[in-house]
């Protein structure tokens, strides 16, 4: 099983910006797509940007045009940069790996808090 291992959160002034990555231990141009979750407490996890195996990328609506994925094939790590962050999406932060066997692999999180 792939592992996945996220870094980059932390606190941030809205308005800022901030880098998460996500490490995997394999290669992750055999996942048929790579992507970030997000989840508050008592809330369910949301999709906020994923990427396939073809390059293709999808965002969530909140996100868009602030956010942005992508990944270096070489490193296997997928990125996700946020800018012109909100409040609103303070989160804990999920990276998540599916696999050609359609098995989804999740890192173990990293916390992101916007002050405003």
């Known amino acids: 099983q792939v592992q996945l291992v996220e870094s980059g959160g932390g606190l941030v002034q809205a308005g800022g910006s901030l880098r998460l990555s996500c490490a995997a231990s394999?290669?992750?141009?055999?996942?048929?797509?790579m992507g970030w979750y997000r989840q508050v407490p008592g809330k369910q996890r949301d999709v906020v940007a994923t990427i396939t195996s073809g390059g293709s990328r999808d965002y969530a609506d909140s996100v868009k045009g602030r956010f942005t994925i992508f990944r270096d094939n070489a490193e296997n790590t997928v990125y996700l940069r946020m800018n012109s962050l909100k409040p609103e999406d303070t989160a804990v932060y999920y990276c998540?790996?599916?696999?050609?066997?359609?098995?989804?692999?999740w890192g173990q999180g990293t916390q992101v808090t916007v002050s405003s």
């Open positions: 998540a790996a599916d696999g050609r066997d359609y098995r989804r692999s």
């Open positions: 394999g290669n992750i141009l055999n996942f048929n797509a």
